[in-house]
């Protein structure tokens, strides 16, 4: 099978990104692994964690940290240097992919930023929730996470990609007193730039068009998700005007009547391109009891729809994309354990806040 090739310029290495993915995806930890770290203590889920693939991040990190700082330091350093991998592995339009996709850990950063200003979290707090693999520097980060204020967070970011929609937002944000605006701000930045200097579906060669495929499947949930809270918020906002533009599942219009109707919502994805792929999640969603139930089975479908366009394509970006998802859900489900644990939560309690694949 050969390989798809970005355009002009350097060929893309896909053959070789995808086998060193390949094995860094069978590293990542399965159910029984889960089930195991639930019934840890921190002091247990830090050792669990020096004997798997996060031993040179639980090393070199353990003389500073302790705790659930140990393991959430570690975890973002993981996460970032096998992120900064993929940069380092690939050439050709395949780089130009990977890099635009992280860019998310951009936006990330920003909302972890202002949600920790918006809570008083403090410096040190917003620092530990930093992934280091999107584009800013650090001297950008460490700054933001100082800033005491909402207002001064948007005007040091306003020379950024995000500067636009932020400032647009923040009257919202000091109308309502939530964040929802500014995230959804800084979500929908980041997809409307995703794409810039791409050509169109019309004019892409496959290898552009599976990637557009992928981001529009990325929106599609996206929408929902920020659709969903908006409508449950209590604010009066119009889901609508927070709408992220590029998705095929939903119009404005339609996903403004659907929110409010669950059984409608997961029916009408059902009957939609992606109905097939996804039944078994639909399934799922149907049955949630709570909108984090939801959101944890909305995030379930996204990646098992990540893992069959991959399967599907398997010398694409796909692959690489699919392996951002599960590491990212592995990190997120590590966090949820080790802070549950904390908390005193029992294991079936913690169980509930995992996305397991």
């Known amino acids: 099978m050969s390989a798809l090739y970005g355009g002009s310029g350097e060929a893309s290495n896909y053959e070789y990104v ?41 090393n070199a990190l353990g003389a500073r940290y302790s705790g659930v700082d140990l ?13 900064n991998d993929l940069l380092r592995w690939a050439d050709g339009r395949l780089y130009d992919y990977i890099a635009r996709y992280l860019r998310k850990f951009d936006a990330w950063n920003v909302k972890t930023a202002l949600r920790g200003i918006y809570s008083d979290a403090g410096a040190d707090a917003i620092q530990s929730d930093y992934i280091r693999a ?34 647009a937002a923040l009257e919202d944000h000091e109308e309502t007193g939530l964040l929802v605006p500014l995230e959804n701000a800084v979500d929908r930045a980041f997809f409307e730039d995703i794409d810039e200097g791409l050509p169109s579906r019309e004019r892409a060669g496959r290898a552009t068009e599976l990637y557009l495929d992928f981001i529009t499947t990325e929106i599609d949930f996206r929408n929902v998700r920020n659709a969903l809270r908006l409508a449950r918020s209590g604010a009066g ?33 059902r009957e939609s391109s ?21 959101e944890h089975a909305l995030d379930t479908a996204l990646l098992e729809f990540a893992d069959t366009l991959a399967n599907r394509y398997p010398v694409s970006v796909l692959p690489v994309l699919s392996y951002v998802l599960a590491k990212e859900r592995e990190v997120d489900n590590v966090r949820a354990v080790a802070r549950g644990r904390e908390a005193g939560l029992d294991p079936d309690e913690i169980e509930t806040e995992l996305v397991i694949q």
């Open 274 to 294: 992606y109905g097939e792929d996804l039944s078994d999640a639909l399934d799922e969603l149907a049955d949630a009891d709570s909108l984090i139930d939801f």
């Open 71 to 83: 393991i959430e330091y570690a975890l973002n350093r993981n996460l970032a240097k096998h992120f």
């Open 134 to 167: 999107g584009e800013f520097d650090d001297d950008l980060l460490d700054q933001l996470s100082t800033l005491d204020t909402v207002p001064a967070a948007v005007e040091l970011l306003e020379s950024t990609m995000f500067g636009d929609g932020l400032e």
């Open 237 to 269: 906002m119009d889901p609508a005007a927070y709408y992220i533009d590029g998705g095929t599942l939903f119009s404005p219009d339609e996903l403004n009547q659907l929110v409010n109707n669950t059984d409608q919502l997961i029916e009408h994805i």
């Open 18 to 58: 995808i086998a060193r993915v390949a094995s860094r995806r069978a590293a990542l930890f399965d159910a029984d692994d889960y089930r195991k770290l639930v019934r840890m203590g921190t002091g247990e889920i830090a050792r669990f964690m020096e004997e798997s693939e996060y031993e040179a991040e639980m």
